[in-house]
Every structure is written in structure tokens, then in C-alpha cells.
């Protein structure tokens, strides 16, 4: 690990629950001790992050330094205050550019600073930590990242930030050839100096990103089956993206064989291996499993010199027998029998969501032979195809006769978003007509449709939620279970329809003042057409009989301590949310009295290793034991 210790900034990510947060907050305090005269942030990017759960003190967006480590400071990013700081900076030059790129006043631009969007959290975090070295405030970051697929699209907006400055820059050269016509001479002004220091930040940024001396992810993982295939998708995307992996961490790795854990030592081993081989040359290490979870200071300063690199594995003998538990009462609820169209399943990262989600779908299906059932996932980082074992993609593909399943792509959505809306709106708010000569043309539109050509961030996610009801309400499926994105962008996701109605709202505004300029009234119904969508979407989503969220969950602190976190933000979003499945639950291990009073609470007991994924999921649907519909209840 010592080898560490040459990097600037550290980034900690991989697939949701793998102990991310465990290993950011004790390799944080082992660079504060071992570098006491240099200045270490502990920053979280995660929009629910765990890291004041994991270090047991509060964490908020003011960075506070550690009481034993005075030279450790430790911070959650909040994008609405960083937002708010960038407008104060940046917003009249930003809106002045703007201006000049479209036949808009600059003060009719400024509504669009309030609009909220999912995606803001990567952007913020990608700016402020080019600021934070720029400004040379710290000298070391250890960033404790959202799980891998939001991980990827912070290391994406450098791309959104790429084409949204090349709009910009259209813009201004548009300013400038008009000046030039009627002056001859152009002298540079504020908007020259905002686009080239945002330039020089950018490659800077980007060039830190990419310095294999300074910068690294480090990818945490788990010995389970989903967890290496997500890690080798992850690993080859940092590569894409020109991105340091400084190595791969195995997390709860069992130290020997014992009876009760006899088949899960098995497949550990069995991956671990697997890992070896797909992660070469890379550095690979262990973190062995620990009695309770390490939480507060000490446990995570005895953590840290646990983690040692993968030795010499040894094959065990495969378990001769595979049992899976008996069923634990209560069952879920006959959704068909309530009436329900739509099931979210979501929880922390790593707690199980998708192979719940995959057997309630299963359980629904065979127990209703005549009903459509759907799974799709939306999360960025996709696991159903691996549950199942299949091949999935964008296209449902049939399990059984009536149970489909699709990973959706949120980049053929953008696509098919931009050729609907966003090309014509950027000849729109250019003032271009798509058949007009000379300035107009060359600068107006083109600018335009690079700024928008990234799409809105977080735009993708409400794509994928209006394509769920439109499935459902063109009557094409009876039953749709979603696999939700973790916890922090579960909650963006389920804010977008609000935030694309707001903006929706914006542009019907200025095309209301300027329709005479503006023309495209064919596209303004179409964009109305839309607005109708979303909101019958979001009517959708807070109707209790047609929607209910399951929560996932295991009894860790962290997990439960972001459950409870979950659950109160879904309520002030007017979700139903009535059941939690409590997976891995082992004997005498309860959520404590209380914590979910307003919940039943589902058990679902350890599940046999060394079975195939679609077998785990038959085996699942049966302990989750779908109720009759005489027999359901739930607390009000």
C-alpha cells in the first residue's frame, strides 16, 4: 500500500456496498498520519454518502478537520451550494455569452440557474476538485465516490464540459465576427478571459484525471459473482476513458474454511482467482472479513494494515450438499390481486437489490402464468443480464413465456431525446431557421446544438421512467419491477420529473415572449405533448395504487442508518413504500425494534453459493413467498 503514498488524489469507487467508503475514510487517515505537515481532504461525491456513518461523526458540506488528526479534513460535497457559488462567480458573463448566441435577453436566462437537475452532483464535484488544486487549498484528496456506474459519468461531464465550452465559444466568435464586420477591430473582453481560465481549467482537470503519477481509482469489490463482472466492465471503462486504475480491493474475504461458511469460502476462493486473472497486471489485495463493521476510528485505524495483497489461492473441495433455508413469515404482498403496475426496488449499494428484484419478478410471473411481467433495470451500471446469466440488452428479451427483462440504455434514449427536441431547440433558442445563410447559421445553430448535444444531466433517467409507463399504459405490460440506481440517485431520479417540468415550463415562457423570433411551433406542442408525459409520470409514481417502493437492505449500521435516510426522502416524495426485504438475514441478527415502524418487514435468509444465479433466484421467489390477497396487510 506504501506505493499510495506518491498519489495527489485518490478515487474510491466500484460497485455499490463493497466497502468503498470503508477503505476511502482508512486510507484518509493513514495518508493524515503519515503525512502530518500536509493539508488531506477526505471529500464525498456520493449524493448519499456513508461517510459520517462509517467514521461515526457528522459530515457536512463545511469541511471539518479530525479531532485527533487536525490536518484531516473531511467534507460531503453539496452541489446546489457549489452551483450557487459558480452563478455568483461566473453567472453574468455566463448569461452575457449566452445572450449573444441566441435573440434571448440575457435576464430571461436567469430561471435557468434555479432548475435542479440529477446530474448537477458529477458536474459540481468534476469542477470542484479541479478548484480545490487549482486554488492549491489541499495537498492530497481521497474522493469517496457513488457507486461505479455515477462514478463513471463524473469522469464523463470532462466530455460535457468539453462540448458545453465549445458552444460557449461559438457564441462568442459569433460576437466577434459581428464586431469585427462593423469595426474592424475586436479587443477581448470579460467573456475572452471567463472562456479561456474555463478552458486552462478544464485541461488541467483533465490532465490530473489522467496522470498515472498523481491520480488513481482504486476499485472496491466482493468475491460474489456480480461484483467481479461489474468490476472487469468498470476497470475496462477507466481504461476508455484514459483513466489510472491503481489496483482492485476484495473486500469481506473469508480467512479460512469453516463449517457454517463452507460453500461461501468455496466461491470466494473460485473468484478470487477469477479476479487475478482478469485484473492482471493490476494490483489485487484482500480485505479480510471483520467481526463487526468497522466503524469509528479506531476500527478503521486497524483496518488499514489488514489489507494485504492476494497470496497463493487454494481450490477447497466443492460443498457435497446445497440446502436453502425455509421460508421466514411474513411474505410479500399479491401485487397483481392490489392492483399494483409498477414495483421500484431500491436500496444502499451492494445490499441485493437486483437478484430481489429478479425473484419477486419471477415469483409474480410463474405464480400468474396470463400476466406480462417486466423487469428492467435503469441503473448505470447494470446487473440483471448477470443475475440471469443471459445476454441483455436495450431490446426486452423473453425468460419464460410471460417474464421479459432489459437493461435500459440511457444513450440510445439521448439519441432518440436529441432527434425529437433538442437539435430543433437548438435552432430555436439560436434564432436560426435551418435554411438561412451567413452568420446565423454558422455560428447560431451549430454552437447551440454542441451545448446541447450531451443532453441535460440526468435527462437519461427520466427517459427511462416515461419509457416504463408508457409500456405499462400502452397495456403491453401488466407489471413492470424496477431495478433501481443506489440510494443517492434513486432520489435524483425520482426529483427529475419535477425538474424537467420546471424546464419545460422555462422554455414555454421564452417561446411565449418571443414566439415572433422564435417560430417552431410544431416543436412547441411536441415539447407540451412531453410536459404531459412527465407529469402524468410523476402522478404516476405518488399514486399509492398503481406504485409501490421496496426497500432493500442488510443489518449493517451504514446500511441501516441510509435506509432510514431513504425512506423519509421518499415519503416527502409522496412514494408508497410499505415492505423492506432484510436480505442475508441470519438468526438472532434483527433490525432493531422501531427503526422501520411504518414497514413490514420482509426476512430473506442467506441464500446457498454454489448454485447457478437463476436457481439463487428461483430459490428466492420462494422464500419471499407471495402472499394470497386475503392474507395481505400493511401497516397506514
Not at 460474489?224 to 476508455?240: H, N, Y
Not at 463452507?262 to 485484473?279: A, G, H, P, V
Not at 402524468?536 to 435506509?563: C, M, R, W
Not at 428466492?620 to 390477497?629: D, H, T, V
Request: charged share 25%.
Amino acid at each position: 500500500m506504501e506505493h499510495y503514498n506518491n498519489l495527489q488524489l485518490a478515487l474510491c469507487s466500484g460497485k455499490g456496498g463493497v466497502g468503498k467508503t470503508t477503505v476511502s475514510c482508512s486510507l484518509a487517515r493513514h495518508w493524515a498520519r503519515e503525512f502530518p505537515q500536509e493539508r488531506v481532504l477526505l471529500l464525498s461525491t456520493d449524493p448519499a454518502h456513508s461517510v459520517g456513518d462509517v467514521l461515526d461523526l457528522a459530515v457536512s458540506e463545511k469541511a471539518t478537520p479530525l479531532s485527533d488528526l487536525p490536518n484531516l479534513q473531511v467534507r460531503a460535497l453539496n452541489a446546489q451550494t457549489l452551483l450557487a457559488e459558480f452563478k455568483e462567480r461566473y453567472g453574468e458573463t455566463l448569461e452575457i455569452l449566452v445572450e449573444r448566441g441566441s435573440f434571448v435577453d440575457g435576464e430571461d436566462l436567469t430561471p435557468a440557474w434555479d432548475l435542479g437537475w440529477p446530474g448537477l452532483d458529477e458536474l459540481m464535484g468534476v469542477l470542484e476538485i479541479q478548484r480545490l488544486f487549482n486554488d492549491e487549498e489541499v495537498d492530497r484528496i481521497v474522493v469517496d465516490m457513488a457507486p461505479s456506474g455515477h462514478s463513471l459519468h463524473l469522469f464523463e461531464m470532462m466530455d460535457f464540459l468539453d462540448h458545453f465550452l465549445g458552444g460557449l465559444e461559438g457564441f462568442q466568435e459569433k460576437h466577434r465576427v459581428m464586431v469585427k464586420s462593423l469595426s474592424r477591430n475586436y479587443t477581448p473582453d470579460e467573456t475572452d478571459e471567463f472562456l479561456e481560465k474555463m478552458r486552462d481549467d478544464l485541461a488541467r482537470g483533465r490532465s490530473l484525471l489522467q496522470d498515472e503519477e498523481r491520480t488513481a481509482c482504486l476499485v472496491g469489490a466482493i468475491a460474489q459473482p456480480m461484483s467481479w463482472l461489474e468490476t472487469q466492465d468498470f476497470v475496462a471503462s477507466l481504461q476508455e476513458l484514459k483513466i489510472p486504475c491503481g489496483g482492485v480491493f476484495v473486500n469481506r474475504v473469508l480467512d479460512d474454511e469453516s463449517e457454517t461458511q463452507r460453500d461461501r469460502f468455496y466461491e470466494q476462493q473460485q473468484l478470487l482467482e477469477k479476479f487475478r486473472e482478469s485484473t492482471n497486471p493490476l494490483p489485487l489485495y484482500r480485505i479480510p472479513e471483520q467481526e463487526a463493521d468497522p466503524v469509528g476510528m479506531n476500527a478503521l485505524d486497524e483496518l488499514f494494515p489488514q489489507i494485504q495483497p492476494v497470496g497463493e489461492i487454494t481450490l477447497p473441495d466443492p460443498p457435497t450438499t446445497v440446502q436453502f433455508p425455509d421460508p421466514i413469515p411474513p411474505g410479500l404482498p399479491d401485487w397483481i390481486s392490489e392492483g399494483r403496475q409498477l414495483l421500484l426496488v431500491g436500496g444502499k449499494g451492494g445490499v441485493g437489490k437486483t437478484t430481489t428484484a429478479a425473484a419477486v419478478g419471477w415469483g409474480i410471473a410463474e405464480k400468474y402464468p396470463d400476466q406480462q411481467i417486466r423487469l428492467m433495470s435503469i441503473d448505470p451500471a447494470h446487473s440483471l443480464a448477470d443475475a440471469f446469466d443471459l445476454p441483455l440488452g436495450h431490446e426486452a428479451v423473453a425468460i419464460t413465456d410471460n417474464l421479459s427483462a432489459q437493461e435500459i440504455d440511457s444513450e440510445i434514449l439521448l439519441d432518440e431525446f436529441r432527434e425529437e427536441y433538442l437539435w430543433e431547440l437548438a435552432e430555436m433558442m439560436s434564432g436560426g431557421s435551418g435554411d438561412t445563410e451567413g452568420l446565423q447559421i454558422a455560428y447560431g445553430p451549430a454552437a447551440w446544438r454542441q451545448m446541447v448535444s450531451q443532453g441535460l444531466p440526468g435527462v437519461d433517467e427520466m427517459l427511462a421512467l416515461l419509457t416504463v409507463v408508457d409500456q405499462l399504459e400502452s397495456g403491453e405490460q401488466d407489471l413492470i419491477i424496477v431495478d433501481t440506481a443506489p440510494t443517492g440517485h434513486l432520489l435524483r431520479f425520482l426529483e427529475m420529473p419535477t425538474a424537467l417540468t420546471d424546464w419545460l415550463s422555462w422554455i414555454f415562457k421564452l417561446w411565449m415572449k418571443y414566439q415572433a423570433a422564435a417560430g417552431h411551433m410544431e416543436l412547441m406542442t411536441r415539447l407540451r405533448q412531453l410536459r404531459k408525459r412527465v407529469v402524468n409520470t410523476h402522478k404516476k409514481l405518488q399514486d399509492p395504487d398503481y406504485t409501490e417502493f421496496i426497500g432493500v437492505l442488510q443489518n449493517q449500521s451504514a446500511i441501516v442508518a441510509e435506509t432510514e435516510r431513504m425512506m423519509q426522502a421518499l415519503a416527502q416524495q409522496g412514494v408508497s413504500q410499505h415492505y423492506i426485504i432484510h436480505n442475508r438475514y441470519e438468526a438472532n441478527q434483527e433490525i432493531a425494534d422501531g427503526v422501520f415502524s411504518d414497514q413490514t418487514l420482509i426476512r430473506l435468509p442467506n441464500l446457498p453459493r454454489s448454485v447457478t444465479p437463476l436457481e439463487q433466484i428461483k430459490g428466492a421467489a420462494k422464500l419471499l413467498s407471495l402472499k394470497r390477497k386475503e392474507d395481505s396487510r400493511h401497516p397506514h
